[in-house]
């Protein structure tokens, strides 16, 4: 039973161009967040999605940034004409509807490691 | 001043000793995480809390909601516990997932 997959691992971009992150949940979880941790910094909410919906993007930049999850397929955080700035680890979590029938609460993947040239 | 605080921020210690780390926060909430993150890897969560204690092997984590303060205890230490520990809170009001975090706390066991 795998957990969250992200990928890839490691990405490095040169500046001005896309960076597509995937991340596939848990099975049975329908729920995906997004994180973003700087380095040297903590971790910082991104966007909550579930199929088909973005529920909350409070936490995403006003531009070049966007998330989709799809009816099919993984979640996806596009972030389009990267800087450098944006080299940061970005992870992605899920879960079921409800948190509480977890014990752990949030599932999270190993991240991907964004590098920006 | 954030609204999640960890203390200490670097913790050394021997192995077999016993550890604490300590969150206190300032917001109202509705559960509060204990993470794990080892160098260059992903992220483990240990305990979701929302009142009193949970204990999982070594792992033990308290809450008193009224202090607005959890600590995490690591019993007989080990190498292999070197990580960071981070702590999360679900503030009420807010979405599910839109955490706010603490910085961590850095911990190296000794052999």
């Known amino acids: 039973n795998a957990g969250v997959m992200q990928n890839p691992r490691h990405l490095v971009r040169r500046r001005g161009q896309e960076a597509r992150l995937r991340c596939s949940p848990m099975k049975g979880h329908s729920h995906v967040y997004w994180y973003r941790q700087l380095p040297e910094e903590g971790l910082k909410f991104m966007v909550y999605?579930?199929?088909?919906?973005?529920?909350?993007e409070s936490g995403m930049p006003k531009e070049r940034f966007s998330a989709e999850f799809p009816k099919e397929g993984p979640s996806i955080l596009r972030i389009q004409q990267v800087v450098r700035g944006d080299s940061a680890a970005y992870f992605c979590?899920?879960?079921?509807?409800?948190?509480?029938?977890?014990?752990?609460?949030?599932?999270f993947g190993s991240g991907t490691r964004l590098t920006v040239v | 001043k954030n609204e999640v605080e960890q203390s200490p921020q670097n913790l050394t210690a021997q192995e077999g000793e016993f550890i604490t780390i300590n969150c206190s926060y300032s917001?109202?909430?509705?559960?509060l995480h204990w993470l794990q993150q080892h160098p260059g890897g992903g992220i483990v969560s240990l305990f979701m809390l929302s009142s009193g204690k949970k204990k999982h092997g070594r792992l033990i984590a308290t809450i008193n909601i009224q202090e607005k303060h959890s600590s995490l205890h690591i019993t007989a230490s080990h190498p292999r516990d070197s990580a960071v520990y981070i702590c999360?809170?679900?503030?009420?009001?807010?979405?599910?997932?839109?955490?706010?975090f603490g910085k961590g706390t850095k911990l190296s066991v000794k052999p």
């Open positions: 979590a899920s879960s079921p509807q409800g948190l509480q029938l977890t014990i752990y609460g949030y599932t």
């Open positions: 999605l579930q199929k088909e919906n973005i529920i909350d």
């Open positions: 917001v109202g909430i509705s559960a």
């Open positions: 999360a809170v679900d503030p009420y009001g807010g979405s599910q997932g839109n955490l706010i």
